[in-house]
């Protein structure tokens, strides 16, 4: 299990609102393109490093995705010229993530019309996977997300439910951004968001036509 | 004149409406407590990278900025025991930042409730100057920001009107998420914004008490 390609991610990205039921059941908008937000490094969480906190006063939910590692440069890609293909070429490997997200605290934001650095970024609020090869996952939407919390199925959904397919997301990304070789880019989260609260035992592990990645697996209570 | 300091900064942290007069200009409401954002080290550009870039369809503002640069890991501070000296002790320096604003897009993710990352994360929206010294910087609340464009000043005030002290910054932000050593933290900036187009010569500077820091010096074009 590796664990290397944290150390060597210069930025974290996330898509939101990329499964049209989970924009459902937070009665979202649906996004005409993809928006992203960053999360710190200092959000991070790798496997026995602790639980996930719940800060006094927030409403904590859980968001499984599946995270792609980026294996070049990426600036300004053309739409027409870069291929699906080419998306996945340019992608070193992947990982399992959850983007804790003190909801209570986001909605405030989002009424406000303020920046969503805070309810995204709190310590502990990146639990992530071990590096997963693109031998383990040949076909980024043929991914089973699953997440439990104390035993109860949560979420879980394939990623061919992604609205913005990684082609997509990476040149609408690229045209704001550079991204680097070792980013982190999360793809979104399926519908089951819930909240957590101190002492659950959250369990979330991703799976290829009926079987689990071992490196996928994240343990966390 | 070193830029070690930005090498070394694992995120950049931003601290929004810190000006009254600034919150006035942009019909903005006065936040009860600091909020912040981030931004992406690809954002960075240094002297002699080359010229601000004003994407097609955006509307760029320039934001001058005191930058302070943190020397130790600050976490969950109690406010009743960190003093405003300890603060000033937590940093090991400064330096001159202007935070690049597409703010037509900023305005439409603010009606939407969606996050900043976009509008203050494009490539070339973080110009940042050398590293200033503690003893160039004595007393952070006693700096004038300066900003010019083709010659005419822009932006011209003293720190000190900062609504939340860094004590206060600090503070929060800890309380979110862990501050590492070599962070990077942008304190606001005061009245003045406006846009630049392609060609526009920007000139920034800091200065105390009359004297211009030779480090501060930022000229694109
Ligand atoms: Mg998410
Ligand atoms: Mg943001
Ligand atoms: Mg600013």
Same mark, same amino acid.
């Given at each position: !299990?590796?664990?290397?390609?944290?150390?060597?991610?210069?930025?974290?990205?996330?898509?939101?609102?990329?499964?049209?039921?989970?924009?459902?059941?937070?009665?979202?908008?649906?996004?005409?393109?993809?928006?992203?937000? =960053? @999360?710190? %490094?200092?959000?991070?969480?790798?496997?026995?490093?602790?639980?996930? =906190?719940?800060?006094?006063?927030?409403?904590?939910?859980?968001?499984?995705?599946?995270?792609?590692?980026?294996?070049?440069?990426?600036?300004?890609?053309?739409?027409?010229?870069?291929?699906?293909?080419?998306? =996945?070429?340019?992608?070193?490997?992947?990982?399992?993530? +959850?983007? !804790?997200?003190? %909801?209570?605290?986001?909605?405030?934001?989002?009424?406000?019309?303020?920046?969503?650095?805070?309810?995204?970024?709190?310590?502990?609020?990146?639990?992530?996977?071990?590096?997963?090869? @693109?031998?383990?996952?040949?076909?980024?939407?043929?991914?089973?997300?699953? =997440? &439990? *919390?104390?035993?109860? &199925?949560?979420?879980?959904?394939?990623?061919?439910?992604?609205?913005?397919?990684?082609? %997509? +997301?990476?040149?609408?990304?690229?045209?704001? !951004?550079? +991204?680097?070789?070792?980013? *982190?880019?999360?793809?979104?989260?399926?519908?089951? *968001?819930?909240?957590? *609260?101190?002492? /659950?035992?959250?369990?979330?592990?991703?799976?290829? /036509?009926?079987? +689990?990645?071992?490196?996928?697996?994240?343990?966390?209570?």
């Amino acid at each position: !299990m590796s664990f290397n390609y944290v150390k060597q991610a210069g930025k974290f990205l996330c898509i939101g609102r990329n499964y049209l039921a989970h924009i459902k059941e937070l009665n979202n908008a649906k996004p005409s393109e993809p928006f992203f937000f =960053l @999360k710190p %490094r200092s959000s991070v969480l790798l496997p026995k490093q602790g639980p996930v =906190l719940v800060p006094q006063g927030t409403i904590v939910h859980h968001e499984v995705e599946l995270a792609c590692v980026i294996g070049k440069t990426l600036k300004n890609l053309d739409p027409t010229s870069f291929t699906p293909k080419d998306a =996945l070429e340019a992608l070193s490997g992947y990982a399992l993530a +959850i983007d !804790m997200s003190a %909801r209570n605290v986001q909605d405030e934001m989002k009424k406000k019309g303020l920046p969503w650095t805070i309810p995204k970024g709190f310590d502990t609020f990146m639990p992530l996977s071990a590096f997963i090869t @693109k031998e383990q996952i040949t076909d980024p939407y043929n991914v089973e997300l699953n =997440l &439990t *919390v104390n035993g109860e &199925t949560r979420q879980k959904d394939l990623t061919n439910l992604m609205i913005f397919s990684l082609h %997509r +997301i990476l040149t609408t990304m690229s045209s704001i !951004m550079t +991204i680097e070789e070792g980013d *982190v880019v999360l793809t979104g989260t399926p519908k089951g *968001v819930g909240p957590i *609260v101190a002492g /659950d035992k959250i369990e979330a592990w991703a799976s290829v /036509d009926g079987k +689990i990645i071992p490196e996928s697996i994240l343990e966390l209570d």
